[in-house]
């Protein structure tokens, strides 16, 4: 590994091709990736590292060839800057060169008569030349353009021109020469050298500019193409984390929906399969309970049922002799005898049904229900017991359809009717509604009975729970098992139900059935 690193690490510095990185980048990882058994040895924590240090470098590629960008345009810049200003400094010493000899020779002309003219002055002259000539031969030196090269002996050949003529003339004795054409060419070659030049410059410049501007693109295009690369590596390493998420949600999810018949399996980081591996126990561990809660409850309904069957022959027995003997004490006794061996065949039959509620078969039954449909038909069941306490109705009822189990859709909602009868008072009022909330049906029946203490809620649903205003008197005769059947029916279809707050200036018990439309949490 060590090895790898230290490799990659010199070749990225060695060469600042974006290119050839990446190509090294590619080899590096995939020779890395070749000893790594991904699914058996990596972890959460270990992923995490893995993902953001290969995210990260793409954008520590990205900065290197800002760097690499930066440092050759900065270089460029600085060796065109030295020969621009070399190139300038020769060229206005050439001007000046120029002009020297050009007052020179015209000195020399005017002193033309040799009486007149002292030695010095040719010889002044003379260094003058060589003075031009070697400024001349310096800006030759600095590799400047053809353009300006062809000017530049130009230039020479000019002053060579005057020179052949003033010396001629010297010879000859003749004064006359054709002094302002001469000059007048020199000037010109050399204001042509100036404007020349400074085209130069500025073409140099404009081209170190537009060089300036094209690395910038550059750069911007290959920080995307590197940014892209980046989130692509993010985008895979949040793939396999919410895929292994997803996993884990759906399990607990299925153990909190009862569903303990399926396998659990959680794929992804080492740690997070040994957490799914934990729920598969835990999925074990509750089905060896609820097997278990299923056998107990199933053989206490049946040790019960046998000596009851007993028991209420008995009863009967009795109430029949005390009939025949017209004894009333005996006839009351009698009667207390056979209500509350119903009572215990209620209770037996209740707590058989409880213990059935999660067999799975019934599961595979779901059906799209009709629940406004549904609900009015068990409505219709009650008009009797509703007629009896001149109980009203207020009804706010929306067609809903969800995905469901018949049977246990209608027990939920008979069971709630059922306690809302038998707790409102005569002349009371029960509300219904019953809406589509968006992603689920939303079910609420509200009584004007006692209502359920604030400190009571969380325990109504519990098997054989009775609250305070229910122990005693009428109220006292169920085994407390129908919201618990409720809870678990609610349960079965992934929703939830619950005890809420009555409406303003209103009392009594509330409750809300929750049940996604699709039957999926």
């Known amino acids: 590994m060590k090895e790898l690193i230290t490799n990659f690490v010199r070749d990225m510095f060695r060469k600042p091709d974006l290119s050839k990185l990446l190509s090294a980048l590619s080899g590096r990882l995939s020779s890395l990736f070749g000893r790594i058994k991904f699914k058996d040895s990596l972890s959460l924590k270990s992923l995490i590292l893995l993902g953001f240090v290969i995210a990260v470098i793409p954008l520590f590629l990205a ?10 345009t900065s270089a460029l810049g600085r060796t065109i800057n030295s020969q621009i200003f070399e190139q300038t400094k020769t060229v206005r010493l050439v001007l000046q060169k120029t002009a020297d000899i050009e007052r020179k020779a015209r000195l020399f002309i005017l002193l033309s008569d040799p009486a007149l003219r002292q030695p010095y002055e040719r010889q002044s002259y003379e260094t003058a030349r060589a003075s031009f000539k070697q400024a001349l031969d310096a800006l030759l030196k600095l590799n400047v353009a053809n353009k300006i090269a062809l000017l530049v002996n130009e230039l020479a050949e000019k002053e060579k021109l ?17 002094v302002d054409e001469a000059f007048q060419g020199l000037r010109e070659a050399s204001n042509t050298l ?19 501007e094209s690395l910038e693109q550059g750069l911007l295009i290959k920080a995307a193409v590197l940014l892209f690369i980046s989130f692509i590596f993010i985008a895979a390493l949040l793939v396999v984390l919410s895929r292994s998420l997803r996993q884990l949600d759906a399990s607990i999810r299925q153990l909190g929906s009862g569903e303990l018949e399926y396998p659990i399996s959680v794929t992804g980081p080492a740690d997070l399969r040994y957490l799914g591996d934990r729920l598969e126990w835990l999925r074990t561990h509750l089905k060896e309970l609820e097997v278990s809660k299923q056998q107990f409850m199933q053989n206490v309904a049946r040790e019960i049922e046998l000596p009851l069957a007993s028991i209420r022959e008995g009863a009967e027995h009795l109430v029949n002799e005390a009939d025949k003997e017209a004894d009333s004490a005996r006839q009351t006794l009698a009667l207390n005898l056979s209500t509350n061996v119903e009572k215990l065949k209620t209770v037996s039959d209740e707590l058989l049904r409880y213990s059935q509620i999660s067999i799975k078969p019934e599961m595979n039954r779901k059906q799209t229900i009709n629940m406004k449909d549904l609900l009015e038909s068990v409505i219709k069941d009650f008009e009797m017991s509703l007629q009896a306490k001149s109980i009203t109705l207020k009804k706010l009822v929306r067609p809903v359809e969800i995905s469901g189990i018949h049977e246990q ?38 009584d004007e009975g ?6 009571e809620r969380s325990q109504v649903f519990e098997p054989f729970f009775r609250g305070k205003d229910a122990e005693g008197g009428d109220h006292a005769e169920g085994p407390g098992l129908g919201l618990a059947i409720v809870k678990e029916y609610v349960a079965n279809h992934q929703g939830k ?4 707050d009555s409406r303003q200036d209103q009392q009594g018990a509330r409750i809300r059935v929750q049940i996604p439309l699709t039957g999926e949490a």
Do not use: C, W
């Open 162 to 178: 005057i020179y052949q003529q003033i010396i001629g003339s010297t010879i000859d004795s003749n004064p006359d020469l054709p």
């Open 450 to 455: 006692p209502g359920i203490e604030p400190d």
């Open 194 to 212: 100036s404007r020349e030049f400074e085209s130069h410059v500025d073409h140099e410049f404009t081209e170190l500019r537009l060089q300036s």
């Open 63 to 72: 900065v290197l060839y800002a760097a690499f960008g930066m440092r050759e």
């Open 409 to 446: 859709l209608r027990n939920i909602i008979e069971e709630l009717m059922s306690n809302a009868v038998k707790y409102s008072p005569p002349g009371g009022e029960i509300r219904i509604m019953l809406r589509d909330a968006g992603t689920q049906m939303e079910l609420e029946i509200e």
């Open 497 to 500: 139900v619950e005890v809420i």
